[in-house]
């Protein structure tokens, strides 16, 4: 285990934001992360876990120890005619993990294909996508208290998972380090292709589906079409997360836009916030080094250059904007560093 000192974090997160972290390391063996917890150097500093740098951005120069989890390994630990688990290292590749279980057949990750990021990131905000979450097949999360070293099995009743939330990111903040999830695949087909934007791409294309495969190709094929890769322009996926209001609001809101779209999920009612957006006229427009995906109007992007706090002060002006005109508060899912 080295710790290097100013350490350069450019390529390290998506936006490509140049930034120093005081200290850094890397995890490639759990025995890596023992020796970690009694170092000086992360005894005495403020911890960033790390995981792909696709849902963070930098404002400046991290003074603390950035632990950069790359402990690998993906296996299958049980075997039977319903289901398999999977129990993917933490430092996979999210859509590793994915290919991994639609290359044999497996249910229930295929919607959440070509997600950047890590596994080791992904219960952190529950990742979801196209009408799936992790939380639909996530058995348990195995993570180390950074305090006492102790490693800790949560069932996924104990990660307190909500839409972009979980217990990591909220009471037990900083608290643990994830070394390796379990998911619940089933071997029997289980299709999940009611959301609207995926129906629709099938219809269109007239993809008839017969495995978990030919799912996780169509979300590859629409995901590349609408989200621009962050290797070619800086951005971090969704920055905002949707708005979900009550019934009331929704009514009220419908007197003065008729055309508000709207998805009921559960109880609840999602307004999609790039169409919010959109309607504030942002999407496309461009201010500085930083400026909002002409596809899709949730996505920020850097196109060069853009310092965090340009990219902050953008995000600024977008929810305010929002709130003058629905007085609907936009909340970012990107972590502010
Ligand atoms: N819409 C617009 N204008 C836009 C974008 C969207 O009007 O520029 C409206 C349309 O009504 C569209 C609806 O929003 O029908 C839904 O759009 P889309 O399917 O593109 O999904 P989203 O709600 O904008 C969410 C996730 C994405 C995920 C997609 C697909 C959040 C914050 N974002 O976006 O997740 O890929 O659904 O399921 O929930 C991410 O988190 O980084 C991410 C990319």
Not at 151 to 157: A, E, G, L, Q, Y
Not at 253 to 260: S, V, W
């Amino acid at each position: 285990m080295k710790i290097s000192k100013n350490y350069n974090l450019t390529r390290l997160n998506t936006f490509g934001i140049t930034v120093h972290a005081k200290f850094f390391v890397e995890i490639n063996k759990e025995t890596d992360l023992k020796e970690l917890l009694t170092s000086v150097e992360f005894k005495n500093n403020q911890k960033l876990f790390f995981g792909g740098g696709s849902n963070v951005l930098f404002t400046k120069d991290f003074d603390g120890i950035v632990i950069f989890n790359k402990l690998k390994g993906i296996e299958i630990i049980e075997n039977n005619s319903d289901f398999v688990l999977v129990r993917s290292m933490g430092g996979e590749k999210w859509h590793d993990l994915v290919l991994f279980s639609v290359n044999q057949g497996f249910w229930g990750l295929e919607n959440l294909s070509f997600i950047p990021g890590t596994v080791g990131a992904s219960p952190m905000q529950n990742i979801g996508a196209y009408g799936a979450e992790l939380k639909d097949t996530l058995e348990n999360v195995e993570a180390y208290n950074i305090e006492t070293g102790e490693k800790k099995v949560f069932s996924n009743k104990e990660c307190e998972f909500g839409y972009r939330e979980s217990i990591f990111k909220n009471k037990l903040k900083g608290k643990y380090f994830i070394s390796a999830i379990t998911v619940k695949l089933s071997r029997k087909e289980k299709k999940n292709i009611n959301y609207k934007v995926l129906q629709e791409y099938l219809t269109e294309n007239k993809i008839e589906i017969k495995s978990s495969r030919d799912i996780s190709d169509a979300i590859v094929f629409i995901r590349q079409s609408k989200l621009p890769n962050p290797k070619v322009l800086g951005n971090t996926g969704s920055f905002f997360k949707n708005i979900f209001i009550t019934e009331e609001k929704l009514e009220d809101l419908q007197k003065r836009y008729p055309d508000i779209p709207y998805f009921k999920e559960d109880d609840l009612i999602k307004i999609p916030a790039g169409w919010l957006i959109e309607q504030c006229g942002w999407k496309g427009k461009r201010v500085g080094n930083v400026g909002m995906h002409e596809k899709q109007a949730l996505i920020l992007v850097n196109y060069g250059g853009a310092t965090g706090k340009e990219i902050e002060n953008f995000s600024l002006q977008v929810i305010n904007s929002v709130e003058d005109k629905f007085g609907l508060k936009l909340e970012r899912e990107v972590n502010l560093i």
